[in-house]
């Protein structure tokens, strides 16, 4: 779970379960370095890494530790971390396991087959092939795993069947139906939060030339009206960012879901802040940026 070979692990998930006393108090009297401290949260340095305890209770020992101003941030398993700041502990995403579930949500699909099929399959797919290979590097980089790369329609699609990734992704809310996703936002710090919304944006986003070819429209569609309610709140208060909701005006057909349209209204701080990776938003986002004098 942890980087270092001494990490303690309580249960199957971080903090869950009460830690061996014992090891707390000889831990607690190997006498590290005092190096930090948030609330009730004490970190020192020894031989064998950065001990993390709070309450003076052992929660784990670690190789790595970043360590700013107002937090701290340990190293565990399959793309997480462990924030320490004054309000407590938490764990959250990586970069790259913020962005590998933000293209699930858009344009990913996770799929186990009929009962009894043990198949576990995570799919991607997309007409950019930029898009393809970030989904790749991100699934490495979290699970340690490659993905096979297929031609589909035309466009790239990357395929692996895992099946610890697959309820990973799943129970995090990357796909809560075949149509519909959550934003991970009790696991996104600013940095996962920001990476989270340009994946998202990059597979299921827009940027339109409007007004005769005078302006740009930025827009998150989807047919999740509660993921894209999410991504607003989200934008606002993590960012500053206003948008509005509608329907997507569509042509009516039997079985044929409703689409929804997230209209980013600050254009310039969306560029700025979020961004995206797919080649001709950046190149859009560009002109956006220049044209505000910001570039």
Request: hydrophobic share 30%; aromatic share 10%.
């Amino acid at each position: 779970m942890g980087a270092g070979s001494r990490v303690r692990q309580f249960n199957h998930r971080f903090y869950q379960g009460e830690p061996s006393l014992s090891d707390a108090m000889e831990s607690c009297n190997e006498g590290g370095e005092s190096i930090a401290a948030f609330g009730e949260c004490q970190i020192s340095s020894g031989a064998d890494g950065y001990e993390l305890v709070k309450g003076g209770r052992i929660v784990g020992i670690f190789e790595e530790a970043c360590i700013e101003s107002e937090r701290a941030v340990f190293k565990l398993s399959t793309g997480m971390l462990l924030e320490v700041t004054g309000s407590g502990i938490r764990e959250i995403f990586t970069k790259a396991k913020a962005g590998l579930h933000g293209l699930t949500a858009s344009d990913g699909s996770l799929y186990n087959g009929p009962p009894g099929s043990r198949t576990y399959r995570i799919c991607f797919e997309s007409e950019s092939p930029e898009l393809t290979d970030l989904y790749s590097q991100y699934f490495e980089a979290v699970y340690d795993r490659q993905m096979h790369q297929y031609p589909d329609r035309g466009y790239p699609r990357v395929v692996v069947g895992n099946k610890m990734a697959f309820y990973d992704l799943k129970n995090y809310g990357a796909k809560t139906g075949l149509y519909t996703w959550n934003v991970p936002r009790a696991y996104l710090d600013r940095e996962g939060a920001a990476e989270w919304l340009k994946c998202f944006f990059s597979g299921d986003g827009t940027v339109k030339l409007v007004c005769a070819g005078k302006d740009y429209d930025i827009a998150f569609d989807s047919t999740c009206r509660e993921g894209l309610e999410q991504i607003q709140v989200l934008l606002l208060d993590e960012f500053g960012i206003r948008s509005t909701l509608k329907p997507r005006p569509r042509e009516a057909r039997p079985g044929r879901r409703p689409g929804y349209n997230l209209r980013v209204r600050d254009e310039v701080e969306f560029a700025e802040e979020i961004g995206s990776y797919k080649k001709e938003h950046i190149e859009r986002l560009e002109k956006i940026l220049k044209k505000k004098g910001r570039r």
